[in-house]
């Protein structure tokens, strides 16, 4: 039976009332006898399957969504959780008890499929992504936000760089990872709906691809060389064998024109590129970022003329 409204109980605002060693049988539940607590375990499952059966209901979870953004609306609740959050985090032995629990909880094969089940629906409808992004563009135009996540990124990027570097595939691993997926393209409907979906995406995303400043650049120089026969096609307007050409020439020439940086890319990969177009009847020529330069102009002016009349 609780306390009468406006009793003070005798230990309010008093330190050291309980012995160590009480407080520790305390914490680890020692006044229960093995009854007490088969019980109270009886209780909770039962109130879980009770509020398990509740929230099948779509009006119930409707009205407890609601409530639930009523009070996230609030920016004092809102800066009390974060403030919450942000202390119990900083304690180290709590982040080592949640990366051990989280690691327990995603060994479970059923658990984890299931969760990827739920991400990989999550974007399917257009008004989903549509929310997602507005919500994303929102947490963005704040400052606050903005400064935290770009100072995240400055630390989480070297670290995924380094990582990533280590991380290297082997041949038998990457013939054992392309064999699993082919026997799960075939026998997984979903997994095929999901790739058809992934593709279609890409496709869209690289048919709006427009020329970054090197490329309009070069666009600019062989307009002004060999106006309308050269048009830029990076963007996946055309490809050879999966791969895609920077710019072909469109006046009855099979020649193409490759830009490369030499941030992506490595001088072995000229010869490569080159002999995979020749196998398609197109004559290739690789032009380098740094001959874009006006010191380099009237060398590449030569190159591309001779290229262009041979």
Request: net charge positive.
């Amino acid at each position: 039976m609780g306390q009468p409204k406006g009793c003070i109980p005798w230990n309010k605002g008093r330190s050291g009332v309980y012995s160590p060693e009480c407080r520790e049988r305390m914490s680890n539940g020692c006044r229960m006898s093995e009854a007490h607590k088969s019980a109270v375990m009886k209780n909770i499952k039962k109130a879980t399957e009770a509020n398990k059966v509740l929230w099948q209901d779509p009006e119930f979870r409707a009205s407890m969504a609601c409530k639930r953004k009523e009070i996230w609306a609030r920016a004092s609740y809102r800066a009390i959780i974060s403030e919450h959050r942000r202390r119990v985090w900083l304690d180290e032995d709590y982040r080592r008890r949640q990366g051990e629990k989280y690691r327990a909880v995603w060994a479970n094969e059923e658990y984890k499929n299931r969760m990827k089940q739920i991400r990989s629906h999550r974007c399917d409808t257009k008004e989903q992504r549509e929310a997602i992004s507005k919500l994303r563009k929102e947490l963005w135009a704040d400052p606050r936000y903005r400064e935290k996540m770009l100072k995240h990124l400055a630390i989480a990027q070297p670290l995924a760089t380094k990582a990533a570097k280590k991380r290297i595939i082997t041949e038998e691993e990457h013939e054992r990872r392309s064999r699993e997926a082919k026997v799960k393209f075939a026998n997984d409907p979903e997994y095929q709906e999901r790739m058809r979906r992934m593709r279609e995406n890409a496709w869209a995303a690289m048919a709006k691809r427009k020329p970054n400043f090197k490329e309009v650049e070069l666009s600019e120089i062989l307009e002004s060389l060999f106006p309308g026969e050269w048009k830029y096609v990076g963007n996946w307007q055309v490809e050879f064998g999966g791969k895609c050409p920077d710019y072909m020439n469109v006046n009855g020439q099979k020649k193409l024109i490759e830009l490369f940086g030499s941030a992506v890319h490595k001088p072995d990969e000229v010869d490569p590129r080159i002999a995979h177009f020749k196998e398609y009847g197109f004559a290739t020529i690789v032009i380098w970022v740094n001959e874009l330069k006006k010191y380099n102009r009237n060398n590449l002016i030569v190159k591309l003329r001779s290229f262009h009349h041979r």
